[in-house]
């Protein structure tokens, strides 16, 4: 079985363009999304967001770790942003789980699967004091949805 898999940290609003988010923290993000910046009405984003992102091979938790190592210099800005706007942080996971899941073998109850991952408690303490959000996606997927 193959993963494909993202982790990001978001700053989400309704009110507060990613701009304006950028301006108060002082770090460029790597994507922003504008509230109805997209063209099709299917796609239009709910809200204006701030992204910081990790891809590739490695597994979720080092991913995770890489982006708390990059907002821990500005966690007293997010605490501040995010008691005082309206703004939502949020960690990301989405995975693609493509092939079969039959092809892992059992393991003891004290190995974990190879694709499973952790929060440590410096990511939970950071996630607590921030107000940070956590949202798993997972899916299974065929050859074919990669291939389009």
């Not at 950028?22 to 239009?44: M, Q, Y």
């Not at 210099?73 to 693609?96: K, T």
Request: with cysteine; glycine share 4%.
């Amino acid at each position: 079985m193959r993963i494909h898999q993202y982790c990001c940290f978001a700053l989400e609003s309704t009110t507060v363009p990613a701009s304006d988010l950028t301006a108060w923290l002082g770090v460029p993000p790597d994507e922003t999304h504008e509230l109805g910046s997209w063209t099709a009405a299917a796609n239009v984003p709910p809200c204006h967001a701030w992204l910081l992102i990790e891809r590739g091979a490695d597994p979720v938790d080092r991913q995770i770790h890489a982006l708390i190592r990059r907002m821990n210099p500005i966690r007293s800005q997010l605490i501040s942003l995010c008691s005082d706007h309206a703004v939502l942080p949020v960690l990301r996971i989405v995975r693609y789980f493509q092939g079969d899941p039959a092809g892992i073998a059992p393991r003891g109850f004290d190995e974990p699967l190879p694709k499973a991952w952790h929060l440590s408690t410096p990511v939970l303490e950071f996630l607590v004091s921030t107000g940070t959000e956590l949202e798993v996606e997972e899916y299974a997927v065929t050859d074919q949805d990669f291939a389009r």
